[in-house]
């Protein structure tokens, strides 16, 4: 169905149209607050916060935007709250992906036992390192660079996420990655 008849059958409080909502868009919203909470229960919990918002404030949303847009602002949001009440500044995950391409899996792969462990212990290293980079980027640095890198989003639809212009958003996602270079060239040119 057309999310904007869905919107109205949910205005008209169709619990139905409301349930067809969160079937479509679950994952979406659990896997947005995941990126930034990296704490999958707690990315649950502000989900169905996510959900309980959007079905008491439906009559807010105008369709100036798509309602995928308007989510992502929701569990944007819920996310940034919940991760300021229960202090956690853990954005990130799988991060050593958007420098190197390297996911263990791929050295649980690798034949050689003898470098194995000591090259997981060097990927977890290496990952701590650049979720704290990240976590010093600044609020709208870090969920431009999430939501593109992560969550695959195009600059065009992060800029109606985060209420900005594409420019902006394409200077946010430069920043971001400058200012991640600098702190982690350091750490990886040995």
């Known amino acids: 169905m057309e999310d904007r008849k869905l919107v109205e059958r949910i205005k008209n409080r169709d619990e139905s149209a409301f349930r067809e909502l969160v079937e479509n868009y679950q994952d979406m919203v659990i896997n947005t607050c995941y990126g930034l909470l990296h704490d999958y229960n707690e990315a649950e919990d502000v989900a169905q916060d996510v959900f309980v918002e959007v079905y008491e404030s439906i009559n807010k949303f105008r369709g100036d935007s798509k309602i995928f847009t308007w989510l992502y602002r929701i569990a944007i949001n819920k996310s940034i709250n919940a991760s300021k009440k229960n202090k956690f500044r853990k954005f990130f995950t799988k991060i050593e ?15 050689d036992i003898n470098t194995k462990p000591q090259r997981r212990l060097e990927l977890i290293e290496d990952k701590q390192i650049i979720k704290k980079a990240l976590e010093n980027l600044p609020n709208n640095q870090k969920i431009a660079f999430t939501l593109h890198k992560y ?34 060239v350091q750490y990886f040119i040995k």
Not at 97 to 111: I, W
Request: proline share 0%; net charge negative.
């Open 151 to 184: 969550e695959d989003v195009s600059y065009k639809e992060i800029a109606e996420i985060m209420g900005l212009s594409l420019s902006s958003v394409e200077s946010l996602i430069f920043r971001a990655k400058q200012n991640l270079k600098k702190k982690l």
């Open 97 to 111: 992906d958007a420098f190197n391409g390297v996911e263990t899996s791929d050295y649980e792969k690798s034949n």
